[in-house]
């Protein structure tokens, strides 16, 4: 086994293994895995695992697993089980031959709580789920034995192979460890072992009528496999002696669990509960809805997979549970946007600006680069006419101080064209909102300065009307007002801090014809205006955008500003 990859920066878990590696522990492997429940789809904290699973085996040239905990037929579907395979491989991971389920060693499972029977170090238990709460206690008082903690060995392994048969409903018997019900760690209180579950398995279909609890079914799922080290989120720090204590007393190969802080990520939430909320209660069109912080939903907002690694590496593993700032990710998608995709123009909320000393029936093409960060990405040609559009927003008609755009008398530059000047302001006589523009053009600052060597102070995009196609475009912001979902206010839910103003639909856009036929999930910087992605709603007859991230916007500081 070779030392990690140096170019990465170390943290707590690859030293440990590195260590681990010196000791010739595990005969010198490394082996881990990425188990995620199949009852929902994965997120950016489940990508956070996924990059350090992979790039820890990739690192110390080990292997990683794809392995579905797959124990509650209750709240799992395939369609769970093939966006999660779908992620993981979006994000540059490959399993190769190692995809496993749980459910592959229910039998395994099964023999070994019978041997844990025979131990005498189990029990089934007829309290209900309620009753199993009450009698646990709490964090200052100790638990009470359940009154069928005593039950012979020879009747519990008859009751647990006729809760296997289905004899018994749901509810009514469990099997428990049996520990120590006064333990400091309440999960040490004879945790429940299996559950009664009428219920069809997407992979087993109904041969089960008892199911493994999480706590169980790990352990014994990272024993066969003969993982390593098996890396889990911070809340599985308490449950870590009852993994070691399903191990220890079966006496089978032994994985060292080691536990790193999950990511919390602002304005937005990332437990799966409450994502299925905003699903099923439709606040969102669904999982893969572009504000929801699942790979899915970020995919489909143009995120790449390269941005999404980089940010799982920059924030690195660490041992304290903090919140990292949403921009962070975004600054992430924005560094690596900017260097590989093309510049077009786009206007979204367009005025109409006409030249009136520009030939009526005269069209030219201009020279527009692709990207200035890549040269080798070449050049194109915009057209270029008497009828342009620009943004609403780069036209005052009594603009104040630090407003450089358009105004009446002032001239701006044209991007890759020529200067104009606005003569003439022309308003609906009814409403008196301005809905055209008069400007003149100087046809000797074709792509460049003045030659008499007079300055403008703004550069405005723009598309020429009668070449121009027309597209909807999404508007994305947070999905919470709040950048700490923790500090809701007492007594009110999560989505009570929902952004009304999450998306903005633009029905009415124009952008350059080069983007004719784009394909869906292709990236754009729309000049001035942020990162684009074509959605996959998109159609040759009217292409959709999605925002994935604004560009910085001194301006829009500037007017915020002004407003206070």
């Known amino acids: 086994m070779t030392a990690p990859d140096s170019t990465r920066p170390s943290d707590f878990i690859r030293d440990i293994i590195a260590e681990d590696l010196k000791t010739n522990k595990y005969d010198g492997r490394v082996h881990t895995r990425f188990p995620p429940e199949p009852n929902g789809y994965l997120h950016i904290g489940h990508a956070k695992s996924i990059c350090l699973n992979f790039g820890i085996a990739k690192d110390f040239k080990g292997l990683c697993n794809l392995r579905f905990d797959d124990t509650n037929p209750t709240k799992e579907e395939v369609e769970y089980v093939e966006s999660i395979k779908k992620d993981v491989r979006w994000l540059g991971f490959d399993w190769e031959d190692r995809l496993f389920y749980a459910s592959d060693y229910f039998e395994q499972m099964y023999q070994y709580a019978v041997q844990i029977i025979k131990m005498g170090k189990a029990y089934v238990c007829d309290l209900s789920a309620d009753e199993i709460r009450e009698y646990r206690g709490t964090l200052i008082e100790p638990g ?18 006729r809760m296997r048969a289905g004899e018994f409903p749901d509810g009514s018997r469990t099997l428990r460890a049996k520990i120590d019900m006064k333990s400091g760690n309440i999960n040490m209180r004879d945790p429940v072992m299996y559950r009664i579950l009428h219920a069809e398995h ?34 599985f720090e308490d449950h870590r002696p009852l993994y070691d204590w399903f191990l220890d007393e079966l006496n089978i190969y032994h994985p060292q669990q080691i536990e790193f802080a999950r990511l919390n990520l602002s304005y937005t939430v990332l437990s ?50 903090s919140i990292v700032d949403m921009a962070l990710l975004e600054y992430c998608i924005r560094e690596d946007l900017n260097k590989r995709v093309p510049r077009v123009m786009a206007v979204l909320r367009p005025l109409k600006v006409i030249i009136v000393n520009y030939p009526e029936n005269k069209a030219e093409e201009l020279d527009a680069i692709n990207n200035p960060e890549d040269p080798s990405m070449g050049m194109r040609k915009v057209p270029f006419s008497r009828v342009l559009y620009i943004e609403r927003d780069d036209f005052r008609e009594d603009p104040p101080k630090q407003f450089f755009r358009l105004a009446p008398g002032r001239e701006v530059r044209l991007r890759y064209g020529y200067y104009v000047k606005c003569v003439n302001v022309v308003k609906d006589e009814q409403t008196g909102k301005i809905v055209e523009l008069h400007c003149t053009y100087d046809p000797k600052t074709r792509g460049g300065d003045s030659p008499d ?54 029905r009415s856009c124009y952008i350059e014809p080069s983007l004719t036929g784009a394909a869906a999930g292709s990236r754009y910087q729309f000049e001035r205006m942020g990162y684009f992605c074509v959605d996959p709603d998109s159609s040759d007859k009217k292409p959709v955008f999605n925002r994935t991230v604004t560009l910085r916007d001194t301006w829009a500081k500037i007017e915020k500003t002004l407003i206070k």
Not at 206 to 235: G, N, Q, R, V
Not at 461 to 466: E, F, R, T
């Open 144 to 161: 009470k034995d359940s009154p069928y903690r005593n039950r012979s060995v020879e009747e519990n392994l008859d009751l647990f192979e």
């Open 202 to 235: 997407h992979r087993t279909g109904s041969k089960w009528y008892i199911y493994p609890m999480y706590d169980y079914a790990h352990c014994i799922s990272d024993s066969i496999e003969k993982i390593t080290h098996s890396i889990c989120t911070l809340e």
């Open 272 to 321: 799966k509960r409450k994502l299925i909320e905003l699903v099923e209660q439709r606040y969102v069109t669904g999982w893969d809805d572009p504000r929801m912080p699942t790979i899915a939903g970020l995919r489909k907002r143009g995120y790449t997979p390269e941005s999404i690694r980089n940010f799982c590496e920059r924030i690195g593993a660490a041992k304290r549970d």
């Open 453 to 506: 060597g007079r300055k403008v102070k703004a550069t405005l995009h723009w598309v020429s009307a009668p070449h121009a196609l027309e597209a909807e475009v999404r508007l994305y912001d947070h999905l919470f007002l709040k950048a700490d979902l923790n500090d809701v206010e007492e007594g009110k839910d999560f989505k009570s801090n929902i952004n009304p103003n999450s998306l903005e639909v633009l």
